[in-house]
């Protein structure tokens, strides 16, 4: 005889009663007239295939190997499309797409940073690397004001000083102020550019003379002015300057590339049997920036997404919803490629239909879930975590309930969209290298990265089969309250993606 077990969840409106049924129910024929094994039958299943046949560390260094990085817009970016719609369709998936979209590309060419005192002929010429997308062309010489961090606060203490300036910031946090929230480079560019600010030079904390790239636009759109990144020790060069000689001047020469071109998401489906209409999306950025071959950032991310993808095919499991498995571009670019797929979703009608997303995006090792603001949603998570733990007992099942922004989910969250997260861990040697020259497969563990591969799957599997999900798309006024709790109100205005009118 199956008992009911009631777990009771404290909601905004009282309190609901839901039975562990749901959960006990949530189990599915992997094959069809297969009798319906349980969660956690399924789920040994899973690492069992995962842990025997994964493909995803060879098929990542072969991708890196073959394709280097997988700048969106450039060669690279389209052989790298292809190669896992080849992928996809190799493992099972014959109505793999692709879903493109028009962006404005932006490549790197030339950037040199000098540094020289005001009527002075000492030059000093400062290693540096352009950010995106700063202009086609910029030559402009202007004198450094240190604006230290580069929070809000910072830029508002010298809101008088800041016009026809230079600002040098941190891209982290030096000596971080108790509760203070880091801003993302693309923010404390477009807070420099709102106080006047003629160029920026980012000062990157990783110690070893490693540069940094990325995006330095909010908008995924050439901004006006050139923003740079220098090393740890050229920072800590220059601001010493600043102390021996006043009113240091930065020469900041540039050219870019910056043309509109065609991307591609791929897109690969397993049809739902009992709500094929309900949309499971996991997904995860392909694309990468150019210094490197993107191993970490995010081949770890992706290319799991492609395995799951495959060890579902390999199990022949059939879920009760759609799931998609999506390879997004243009990521590093402004979130283009999830940004557009929304926007799709939106004009046919179906973004109702997506009941959440598991975005990967550097996932590593995953030890518990990450509710991203969901608190109805966490004893769910709990449970399925209980479920992974008794098959694997080195899954810890930590819980987190924070929203963030600046990946692919972003878009998504910001329909109302529910997001989920899996929260692992990264060594610092490989976190420093985070956007760097060094983003390369030696930074990969591979045991970490099936444990990635099987218990995303296994909370794929979850979410996909179970009789009820516990929350459900906010519409838009319920969207901005929970932006508001999150704390992401300010990041959203600042980079003017707060649509909502006081």
Not at 341 to 355: A, H, N
Request: charged share 25%.
């Amino acid at each position: 005889m199956r008992k009911k077990v009631y777990v009771y969840l404290l909601l905004s409106g009282g309190i609901c009663l839901l039975s562990a049924y749901t959960l006990k129910k949530s189990v599915h024929r992997i094959d069809e007239g297969q009798s319906r094994p349980t969660l956690e039958k399924v789920f040994e299943k899973i690492n069992q295939e995962v842990l025997q046949n994964s493909r995803v560390f060879e098929t990542l260094t072969d991708a890196t190997q073959r394709i280097g990085h997988r700048l969106t817009g450039s060669a690279n970016g389209s052989r790298a499309e292809e190669y896992t719609y080849n992928l996809l369709k190799q493992y099972g998936y014959s109505d793999t797409k692709y879903a493109p979209f028009e962006v404005e590309s932006w490549m790197r060419d030339t950037v040199t940073l000098a540094i020289v005192p005001y009527k002075s002929d000492n030059f000093r010429d400062v290693e540096v690397v352009a950010l995106a997308h700063s202009p086609v062309e910029a030559h402009v010489q202007g004198e450094i004001i240190d604006i230290g961090n580069g929070l809000e606060g910072d830029f508002a203490a010298l809101k008088d000083r800041i016009k026809g300036k230079v600002a040098l910031v941190n891209i982290g946090l030096a000596a971080p102020t108790k509760g203070a929230r880091n801003l993302h480079r693309s923010e404390k560019t477009a807070l420099a550019i709102q106080h006047g600010a003629i160029g920026v030079i980012m000062v990157n904390l990783v110690p070893g003379n490693v540069l940094l790239t990325g995006t330095a636009s909010v908008t995924g759109k050439l901004i006006p002015v050139p923003s740079v990144c220098i090393s740890l020790e050229s920072g800590q060069e220059i601001r010493q300057w600043m102390q021996d000689q006043k009113n240091l001047h930065a020469v900041i020469d540039m050219t870019n590339v910056s043309k509109k071109i065609r991307a591609r998401n791929v897109i690969a489906t397993l049809k739902g049997t009992q709500f094929p209409d309900e949309k499971i999306i996991i997904g995860g950025h392909l694309d990468s920036w150019d210094l490197a071959t993107g191993a970490i950032d995010n081949g770890i991310g992706s290319f799991s997404i492609l395995d799951i993808a495959r060890t579902f095919k390999a199990l022949k499991i059939k879920p009760k919803r759609t799931i998609e498995f999506v390879m997004f571009m243009g990521e590093e670019q402004g979130l283009l490629g999830s940004r557009s797929l929304v926007e799709d979703l939106k004009k046919s009608g179906q973004l109702d239909k997506v009941r959440y997303i598991l975005n990967l995006d550097m996932t590593n090792d995953p030890g518990g879930f990450n509710a991203f603001g969901r608190s109805e949603m966490v004893p769910f998570l709990t449970e399925i975590g209980e479920k992974i733990k008794q098959i694997e007992p080195a899954f810890q099942n930590t819980s987190t309930n924070q929203a963030g922004l600046h990946s692919d989910h972003q878009p998504f969250m910001m329909e109302g969209v529910p997001v989920v997260g899996m929260s692992g861990h990264l060594d610092r040697n490989v976190l420093d290298c985070y956007h760097a020259s060094c983003d390369n497969m030696n930074l990969v563990n591979k045991d970490q990265l099936k444990n990635t591969v099987r218990y995303s799957a296994m909370l794929l599997y979850a979410l996909a089969n179970a009789d009820a999900i516990p929350t459900q798309r906010m519409d838009d006024t319920k969207t901005r309250d929970f932006l508001i709790a999150q704390g992401l109100r300010t990041p959203l205005q600042i980079a003017n993606e707060w649509r909502w009118k006081e």
